[in-house]
Nanobody, 122 residues
Framework: QVQLVESGGGLVQAGGSLTVSCTVSGQSFSHFALGWFRRAPGKEREFVAAINQPGDARYYPDSLKDRFTISRDNTKSTVYLQMNSLEPEDTSVYCC???????????????WGQGTQVTVSS
């Protein structure tokens, strides 16, 4: 059974930085593409970053590409999302997800963590 566990969320002031992590267990980590999603109250779920299985390609929406960085450490079965210059609008629950398929297909993310809350104060 594949399990994803996020950590590293918390409260940060606007302009600050935060890195959230997600550790995957249950199957070979290197077989998965990994993504980060966020959902704020009253808003649609947003696909904020992804990294492919080899770790040599990354996706960000244009609105976040200058501030967010996704990375993976296959030796630790962990994916990270580094967030810089945080804004109150970034306040959300951040969830990691794993895909055994195509990394840019959001429907292929079939394993999910519970999420970690990130709150950015103004």
């Amino acid at each position: 059974q594949v399990q994803l566990v996020e950590s590293g969320g918390g409260l940060v002031q606007a302009g600050g930085s935060l890195t959230v992590s997600c550790t995957v267990s249950g199957q070979s980590f290197s077989h998965f593409a990994l993504g980060w999603f966020r959902r704020a109250p009253g808003k649609e779920r947003e696909f904020v970053a992804a990294i492919n299985q080899p770790g040599d390609a990354r996706y960000y929406p244009d609105s976040l590409k200058d501030r967010f960085t996704i990375s993976r450490d296959n030796t630790k079965s962990t994916v990270y999302l580094q967030m810089n210059s945080l804004e109150p609008e970034d306040t959300s629950v951040y969830c990691c997800a794993a895909s055994p398929g195509f990394w840019l297909n959001t429907n292929s993310y079939i394993y999910w963590g519970q999420g970690t809350q990130v709150t950015v104060s103004s």
